[in-house]
């Protein structure tokens, strides 16, 4: 017998960490980013096991010049775009008066995308109408780009008297069946099954719609991801499978969820099924990769797990303090950049915009958001003026009142 | 009338309900080709096609995650879990989507399916085949939970469950599948072909979810049970002589009060019996029930007779469960006070 390996000495215990805590120097030097233009772009019938490689890779089109470049390059015309750098805009104004509105005191939680706009923004555009996203609460541009009114979605994050929900939900916790935005619960990862569930609910009626599955890098965590993928990869299920890693789920840095696996797409593979890794701060990669991906399950080729790669630039939520746990300049030493920029310079670059519009398309955005605000605002805020009545609190929890929920509203005065 | 057994009575009320909505689909463990470990969907993927009935994956969390989106498509998924004793890892599906998300969403996305599932003891089961759930799901606002005790209400009931349009949690009492078990374990059980209640209609027919039975009449004492418990009451007060009326709950919420409250205001005296475990049982919510309601018409302390505070045992199964001559001192204890 080979003598090759020393006796085994006891055992020892692996904590993965990030490389760098608050009061060290960011670096990201081992994150392995591809070239732009450099992945291939396959056919969308291709065997899944050709491309394993592409888990590992990460799929660009803007190159530092601020060109599209590359086989994934080419599909979206200047109208589109200039109209997705203002959903991502929108969005970033929206977050940044919500997150003032809630240090205000108008509502009791926020939750923004600073960093992440261009994800949901870019994926809505590949969708059609009908298509259902089962979101987690950081997907607001699938809303924003699908042109769901922003008073609607102040409203609801204000509980006040117009909120869809009626003030049952947190802020955020959005929910439009007409917008193909299923409810968010709050719960993490439960929505990924669902999605799956629902997409084949359509292939079994033979209809032609198509569902998105959302989860955070931390949440892939949860057994709910992997029946998620069973049952995906067993029925070939016409869902895409988003993973949105943004390097951070709260405090705990997304290498406790990876574990010894290379990246989040690389969990597809065991599966049988394909799995992508996009630039989530390239909003033309983005948008490329989406339409693969859903042309896919379109086509009855079944699920795609697409793994975005971004960065969480704020805090998880209003009620987390990222400095705690991470450097404060580690969102400037990200190498992906930021999504609005890149985009912004993007269209400088091909000749149909300038900073001066850029500047100029800053204040309308803003003015529009602030004109919802004010309007939502008219109609209460969680603690002031009109909100949802305490009789609205034991409507819908059955289609029908039961009887001993009868007695206790009566029992509660209301 | 044709009899049937209750694993039949249940398949008749899926196969009719998948009949008169193509939205009606069943799929869980070995529900498919194999027609379910207990038999209860036997021929229905061969009847309606395997995207209306199949397998599924072990994973039951997938099972009703999968569920809740088929259903808030559109369709009207009925479930299985082949075991209640299988039902934790699905358990933030039921309470924290199914059950909310009428609510959650106001009403733009609903979860109109029913999760059926075996429960109880009585088979030599041990701890992972045995156990009474129902009150973890009594517990949940959004849920309605039901108990058949016989083939005519499995069947009417699960229909009513199917076309209901929030989620129905479904208890099969396992040790009822052939016949109506009173707790005399040494004994033969009379099989639902020579029982009254194993006549099953042909068709559709309903029976209304929240509406309880009166089983067995009478003035002395008032009975409230579901299930299983039915029977071992019927047959402890038969066997004690005591003129109990026995009332057979079958859904657990919504709850039959008014049933419940005229029976012990009646009788003046009430013994609550179930299988499950005894502490925060669902005959804790009877007893207070009872208390608010007909505290001026008692003549002696609401007593429980329950399962034992322990995991569901496999060599002590009939020490475990509280048979007839439990449930009999019980009746006489109350009689007596």
């Known amino acids: 017998m ?19 805590r608050p009061g060290g120097t960011p670096d990201f030097s081992d994150v392995k980013i591809s070239r732009a233009g450099e992945v291939r772009r396959p056919d969308v019938d291709v065997a899944p096991e050709e491309i394993r490689d592409l888990a590992f890779q990460i799929i660009r089109v803007l190159d530092r010049n601020s060109e599209a470049v590359g086989p994934w390059a080419g599909l979206l015309s200047d109208q589109e775009l200039l109209d997705g750098l203002r959903h991502m805009m929108t969005l970033r104004a929206f977050d940044a008066r919500m997150q003032m509105a809630q240090r205000q005191g108008k509502t009791s939680f926020y939750m923004q995308h600073l960093g992440e706009e261009a994800v949901s923004c870019a994926f809505r555009k590949a969708l059609e109408p009908g298509d259902m996203n089962f979101p987690t609460y950081r997907q607001a541009g699938l809303l924003i780009a699908g042109d769901y009114p922003m008073l609607d979605m102040m409203n609801q994050i204000y509980s ?3 909120d869809p929900m009626k003030g049952r939900q947190l802020p955020v916790m959005y929910s439009s069946r007409e917008h193909g935005f299923f409810s968010i619960s709050g719960n993490l990862a439960t929505q990924y099954i669902q999605a799956v569930g629902w997409a084949m609910a359509s292939a079994m009626k033979r209809d032609t719609r198509i569902a998105a599955g959302w989860i955070g890098d931390g949440s892939t965590a949860e057994s709910d991801f992997h029946a998620a993928l069973v049952f995906a990869s067993t029925y070939k299920a016409p869902v895409v499978l988003n993973i949105v890693n943004n390097q951070w789920a709260i405090s705990t840095f997304q290498g406790i969820a990876r574990g010894g696996a290379g990246t989040f797409a690389a969990r597809g593979l065991g599966f049988g099924i394909p799995a992508l890794r996009v630039d989530g701060n390239d909003y033309l990669a983005v948008h490329a990769v989406a339409r693969w991906a859903v042309e896919r399950a379109r086509r009855n080729l079944g699920p795609t797990v697409v793994e975005y790669v971004t960065y969480r630039v704020g805090a998880h939520s209003s009620s987390d303090d990222p400095s705690a746990y991470r450097p404060k300049t580690e969102s400037d030493a990200w190498p992906l950049g930021d999504p609005v920029l890149r985009l912004k310079n993007h269209l400088i670059h091909r000749g149909v915009w300038s900073e001066d519009r850029h500047k100029q398309a800053e204040a309308e955005v803003m003015a529009a958001v602030i004109a919802a605000q004010k309007e939502a605002e008219t109609h209460g805020t969680l603690h002031t003026g009109p909100h949802p009545s305490a009789r609205d609190m034991f409507e819908g929890v059955y289609e029908q009142m039961p009887p001993h929920l ?3 509203r009566q029992q509660g005065g209301v | 009338m044709p009899r049937k057994t209750m694993v039949e009575a249940i398949r008749d009320a899926m196969d009719v309900a998948m009949q008169r909505d193509d939205n009606v689909v069943v799929f869980g463990e070995d529900v498919g080709y194999f027609g379910g470990v207990f038999r209860c969907t036997q021929g229905l993927q061969q009847k309606f096609g395997s995207s209306r009935c199949f ?8 099972i009703v995650g999968a569920a809740v989106g088929m259903a808030a498509y559109g369709l009207r998924p009925c479930v299985e879990i082949q075991f209640a004793d299988y039902m934790y890892p699905a358990y933030d599906q039921i309470v924290s989507e199914a059950a909310r998300l ?13 999760v059926r599932m075996p429960t ?11 156990q009474s759930p129902e009150a973890l799901f009594t517990h949940v606002a959004g849920l309605k939970t039901v108990v058949p005790s016989n083939p005519y209400d499995a069947k009417g009931l699960l229909i009513a ?15 009822l599948y052939n016949g109506p078990f009173d707790g005399h374990h040494d004994r033969p059980v009379t099989p639902w072909a020579r029982h009254p209640q194993g006549e099953v209609p042909d068709g559709h027919y309903t029976v209304p979810l929240g509406k309880a039975a009166i089983r067995r009449e009478g003035s002395g004492v008032t009975v409230l049970a579901y299930g299983t418990m039915v029977f071992v009451a019927e047959a402890a007060a038969t066997e004690a002589g005591i003129d109990a009326e026995v009332i057979d709950l079958r859904t657990l919420v919504p709850y039959d009060l008014e049933t419940i409250v005229a029976s012990v205001n009646k009788t003046g005296r009430c013994v609550i019996v179930h299988e499950a475990t005894l502490t925060s049982g669902f005959g804790a919510e009877l007893s207070a029930l009872v208390q608010e309601n007909c505290f001026y018409h008692l003549e002696a302390p609401v007593t429980r007779v329950a399962g034992w505070d322990t995991p569901y045992p496999h060599a002590q199964e009939w020490d475990y469960f509280p048979g007839p001559a439990r449930v009999g001192r019980a009746l006489k204890a109350v009689m007596e006070a």
């Open chain 1, 2 to 20: 080979s003598q090759s390996m020393s006796e085994p000495g006891p055992l020892s215990f692996h904590v993965p960490a990030p490389a760098v």
């Open chain 1, 160 to 162: 006040n008297e117009l």
């Open chain 2, 120 to 130: 109880g003891g009585g088979i030599f089961g041990g701890q992972t085949h045995s």
């Open chain 2, 55 to 62: 397998d599924a994956p072990i994973s039951e969390s997938g």
């Open chain 1, 406 to 408: 009868r007695r206790q």
């Open chain 2, 161 to 175: 469950a199917i076309e209901d349009n929030d989620p129905v949690i479904f208890l099969e009492p396992k040790r």
């Open chain 2, 102 to 114: 009428r609510y959650r969403s106001n009403g733009q996305f609903t979860a109109p399916l029913v």
